[in-house]
């Protein structure tokens, strides 16, 4: 394979507002300033990546501002100019800089998916993706009543859906879970929590085993794996892990207590597409099933979550929903769509859609262009 040099890199700091608001435990997203990151290699080809930050530090301690920052001021300086022999390398020459997860995977997506194009390859190849087609899942944020998150998730499964995700939180959730089991007793149902609940709900949560979920994602606190423990012997439902397993070490430890039967990837949060196969494999060594979440991606981010899921143990639908479902436009062509809960992997090079540069300009902020050292200069 072809070893990349990166020449340039241009941030694209764009605003991203959502069709609809999605409301969480934590909180309601109606924008958010995204950070597109375009590596370019001496050849002239360009690689896409994208920071899956919000504007607040609700869902980890990132935000688009703090991405920027780490972006210009370390990661930029790692990479520009330097001889990458297999985007792999790139995570363990990030590890002077402690976390800041979101950050550095969307300068490495964007190198992986360079690396894939200079090489002539299709992501998901170069991965050792196996799949032509994946599954889709929905993940619904909370509605104001269980009448309005009936209504959605009869949209959603008319739409051909594979998997429904439905937002909870205290004073949201059996009543909630109830009148949707009541309509739709036999769908694959799941609950994310974000971490709404303590082992203070036990009780409440050992009712969670009433609707029989496949999953409950996320109960406790976001950097727990201990109590998780603790509650999944005392629940039948499989509890499923996001925001407590930010790398391939807290997968490891987290397997090991029990914390949890399924693992959510999400590349930007552990890191990158490097931590996220590791993350996958190992998971796979322990007979732990994964499955891709959403960070409510441009189709940038969208791209390379469809590759990621095309590995084998990607057995669970993600949420991977088409562009439609977010974005009045979305800054990708094709735009992603969906035929009855199935996204046919697109068979181009790299993330296999094209960047439509127009569609960027039309939301851009503004951009910031680094061709060598010295351009890395000035204060933020
Ligand atoms: O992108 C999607 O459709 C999934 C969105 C989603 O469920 C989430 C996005 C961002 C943070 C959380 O609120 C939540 C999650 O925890 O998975
Ligand atoms: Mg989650």
Redesign the pocket.
Known sequence: MESVHISQVILHIIDASLKTP?T?S?GTMESKEVCIVEVIDQSGISGWGETVT?NDPD?NEETTFTAVHTLKKFLIPAVLNRDITHPNEVFNQFKFIKRNHMAKAAIETAIWDVFAKKNEKPLYEIMGGVKQQIEVG??IGIQKTPDHLVDRVEQFVNEGFKKI?V?IAPGFDSEYLNAVRKKFPDIPLMA?A?SAYSLKDMEDLKKLDDYRLIMI??PLAHDDIIDHAHLQKNIETPICL??SVYSFETAKKAIELGSGRII?I?IGRVGGLGEAIKIHDLCQEHNIPVWC?????TGIGRAHNIQITTLPNFTIPG?T?PSQ??WEEDIISPEVVMDQGIIHIPQGTGIGYEVDRKKINKKLITSINFVEEKSLAGSF
Request: proline share 0%.
């Open positions: 999605f969480t934590f919000s869902y929905k993940s995700k937002k994310d974000n994602e996320q996001d925001e959510n999400k979440g959403g960070m409510l991606e949420d929903a479902h977010y």
